[in-house]
């Protein structure tokens, strides 16, 4: 099981850390992601780390701006987001696959079910 916190209602500019706890399983040989969806869009590949946390990728929509990070022993994976626009606004996801990082949602076997971000001007 995967449970997202961290959503909320924030400013344009403003910085908010998602975070993704795992139970159930141990997640540390999963490959973690963060996808988002805003209402009437597809989901969409946000960010992914490998299983050590050594190797990350993240969409150019939010480069330099999102950091996606792990701590295998909490089991949690993060998404630190700084300098949000109203384009930001969605519902985020985490997601657990094995065998690689993937951009895709079908590519993923686990979910969490959401949390909202909302971002006002």
């Known amino acids: 099981q995967l449970v997202e916190a961290g959503g909320g209602l924030v400013q344009a500019g403003d910085s908010l850390r998602l975070s993704c706890a795992a139970s159930?399983?141990?997640?540390?040989?999963?490959?973690l992601g963060w996808f988002r969806q805003s209402p009437g869009k597809e989901r969409e590949f946000v960010a992914a780390?490998?299983?050590?946390?050594?190797?990350?990728y993240v969409t150019d929509s939010v480069q330099g701006r999102f950091t996606i990070s792990r701590d295998n022993a909490k089991n949690t994976v993060y998404l630190q987001m700084a300098s949000l626009k109203r384009e930001d606004t969605a519902v985020y996801y985490c997601?657990?696959?094995?065998?690689?990082?993937?951009?895709?949602?079908?590519?993923?076997?686990?979910w969490g079910q959401g949390t909202q971000v909302t971002v006002s001007s």
């Open positions: 997601a657990a696959r094995l065998y690689g990082i993937a951009t895709m949602p079908g590519q993923y076997d686990y």
């Open positions: 780390i490998s299983w050590s946390g050594g190797k990350t």
């Open positions: 159930g399983r141990t997640f540390s040989s999963y490959v």
